[in-house]
T-cell receptor
Framework: GDSVTQMEGPVTLSEEAFLTINCTYTATGYPSLFWYVQYPGEGLQLLLKATKADDKGSNKGFEATYRKETTSFHLEKGSVQVSDSAVYFC??????????FGAGTRLTVKP | DVKVTQSSRYLVKRTGEKVFLECVQDMDHENMFWYRQDPGLGLRLIYFSYDVKMKEKGDIPEGYSVSREKKERFSLILESASTNQTSMYLCAITISNTGELFFGEGSRLTVL
């Protein structure tokens, strides 16, 4: 079945460092891809999404490009801030009502 | 704005108790979901519902049941809580035809 594999954490960076969180997927169809973020004590919220190959999703300085040839959707940010400390989930939706999530990557950004 | 409200943010229950977790949405959405979130396991789907009185099992339905008597309300029921059901429970709705989910703030359940 469809699945998502994302980079294991935790990840600890200094403020202003470059961030990459790797995400690869397996799907039989043409899924939509998502990154969700969960700040401490909160539910998940959508960070960005891409619905077809070569689309780039972006939000709050984060970017991810839907790469069909490498089945990847890596999350990047050029300069992280302390406020970016959170858990990040990669997810795919191929069949309606069947969203698949990665295990989550905890990011801690230190001043 | 879309709003998904979970009735309890934090609950502590004893083994064997019956537990109700409620989720209410305010936008007439059809599809509603219950997930549990555990460290290192991501989110796992327990049940979902695509209409009133309709329900479908997800990946881990054992030990849980659900109720959807009104469109805006989707309840998760633990008939006899066990310690391995200590977890974060997240309710969500579908808000687009890409399958994008909108989540409530979560209910953290501890079973002693």
């Amino acid at each position: 079945g469809d699945s998502v594999t994302q980079m294991e954490g935790p990840v600890t960076l200094s403020e202003e460092a470059f961030l990459t969180i790797n995400c690869t997927y397996t799907a039989t169809g043409y899924p939509s891809l998502f990154w969700y973020v969960q700040y401490p004590g909160e539910g998940l919220q959508l960070l960005l999404k891409a619905t077809k190959a070569d689309d780039k999703g972006s939000n709050k300085g984060f970017e991810a490009t839907y790469r069909k040839e490498t089945t990847s959707f890596h999350l990047e940010k050029g300069s992280v801030q302390v406020s970016d400390s959170a858990v990040y989930f990669c997810a795919l939706s191929d069949v309606l009502n069947d969203m698949r999530f990665g295990a989550g990557t905890r990011l801690t950004v230190k001043p | 704005d879309v709003k998904v409200t979970q009735s309890s943010r934090y609950l502590v229950k004893r083994t064997g108790e019956k537990v109700f977790l409620e989720c209410v949405q305010d936008m007439d959405h059809e599809n509603m979901f219950w997930y549990r979130q555990d460290p290192g396991l991501g989110l796992r789907l327990i049940y979902f519902s695509y209409d009133v009185k309709m329900k479908e099992k997800g990946d881990i339905p054992e030990g849980y049941s659900v109720s959807r008597e009104k469109k805006e309300r989707f309840s998760l029921i633990l008939e006899s809580a066990s310690t391995n059901q200590t977890s974060m429970y997240l309710c969500a709705i579908t808000i687009s035809n890409t399958g994008e989910l909108f989540f409530g703030e979560g209910s953290r359940l501890t079973v002693l």
